[in-house]
């Protein structure tokens, strides 16, 4: 299968689908992340708190991590327009890799450039099948909808793996307060993976998406 994980910045995938990709390439499976902003990042006050420099290094460290290919578009970290522009760019790269699944934002998320790359997504992907959601985080996951846990992988085995995904993100493991960024990632997971508690037993970690669209293959 050809697996898309479609982010507004470098490490919004690899927080919430970081496990799911690194199984789906131990499966065999092909994934591209595309991120769809430069990733800089200057705060309200002019700090500067991540260069393109930075952000380009860790996510292609990061991306080597979970074994996927790295795309980078260079639309403005805070601003990625929901438009012909936006959803041409996608246009082009869902037509040449032909995707079987499309991971994208949730569309409810409280960042505006997540947002917006939900919508470009959704519409670039008027002709494909399956397209699923994946779970906000802190600080953009603080919607005033509430994320429906629909779909679940299983990423026991993974978690390590996206936690080094994480950790390559050195800007962001400052920025977000260390381990304690780490530590708040890994216990959704852990508590996604408690939910998938069944009478075979324990998931010790998972990670979840909603639904917009999904082809049945029977
Ligand atoms: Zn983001």
Redesign the pocket.
Known sequence: MKIIAI???S??IEISCGGTIAKAVKSGHEVLMVVMTTSEYTNYTGKVLRTFEEASREGQKAAEILGAKLITLNFPTKDVPYNSESVEALDKIFNEFQPDIILTHWPHDT?Q??RTTALATISAARYFNTILMYEPMMP?GRSYHGFRAQVYVDISEFNNVKMNALKSHESQYKKYGGDFWLGAVEARARLRGFEMLSEKGQCAFAECYEVMRLELPL
């Open positions: 982010g507004a910045h490490d919004d960042h450039a997540h953009s």
